[in-house]
């Protein structure tokens, strides 16, 4: 009669391996009932207390340290010239006293946003059937080339010989600022779409016109918004640099202005921190357009 050895199940080696009195190995340098070293609990113990810290306040710090350096340079410097944030603000706060602040604002405004309106309802339909038909897009798609690496400052004195001193000249410098963006990532968004998603969409009986109103465009809406938000940056850019040539009023010509007339070097710099402000302005709000749970769906489907 032949004897069989006792053969451990599984059950019996995971109980001999927890038995009592016996430990598991533990990584070098990692102690007992520990993720890690002390060196690396801190490192993570920083890194958590920064993630924590709300980005309203980081960029509060940000601002706070910007205004302290310039401070600082300009006591350390002793320049007469260069003025304080302090006179800055005096000077915003004189602008604000006579009207002319919100004059000038309005009127920078006003131009920026037709001439960047017109780009978009030319330019959003033309890149977006770019993107859509072949044919089309290799015959405009040169011409955009073209014309989009010209800076649109480059254009400045065939507008005033155009369209003379007046808010015409500054608001077409604008629509060409910000039309040839605004075509190009219209296209590109468009061709991005994978192809998987439409075929699936034709499968299921759509038209041509409802796959890309219903798939297609969706789709592209979060890449069309970003380049909707470059846009508007170059073109916030462009006006300041006309206002300077080619009107009597905004931002940019009150920077001109202010330099020429008295070297009010106080509303020169104010006027450059009301450009910048009103720009940081105008990036958060299209970044919040972008975040929408009506744009975002298209991200996750883009090839």
Known sequence: ??????????????????????????PPGVRSGQ???????????????????PGASLALVGTTALIAIWQVGVVVSGSKIF?????????????????????????????VGIGFILALVSGLPLGLAMGWFPRLRSAVNPVIQILRPISPLAWIP??????????????????????????????NGVRMVSNIYMLAARNFGLSPAAVFRRVVFPAALPQILNGLRIAL???????????MIAVDSGLGYLIIDSRNAGKRYDLVIGGM???????????????RVERLRAVQWGINIRA
């Open 1 to 26: 009669m032949s004897t069989v050895s006792h053969v451990p199940s599984i059950e019996e080696s995971v109980k001999d391996d927890e038995a009592p009195g016996t430990a598991r190995e533990q």
């Open 35 to 53: 993720g890690g070293s002390p060196g690396q609990d801190r490192s993570r113990g920083r890194k958590n207390l920064v993630g924590r810290i």
């Open 83 to 111: 003025p304080s944030p302090l006179a800055v603000a005096h000077g915003i706060g004189e602008l604000a006293r006579t009207g002319r602040l919100l004059s000038y604002i309005t009127d920078s405004l006003m131009r």
């Open 273 to 287: 921190v009301l450009i910048g402000g009103i720009g940081l302005l105008i990036d958060v709000l299209v970044l």
């Open 158 to 187: 065939l507008a005033v010989v155009m369209f003379g001193i007046g808010n015409a000249a500054p608001i077409f410098l604008i629509f060409l600022a910000s039309f040839c963006a605004i075509v190009e990532t219209s296209m």
């Open 233 to 243: 940056g170059v073109s916030w850019m462009v006006v300041v640099a006309a206002e």
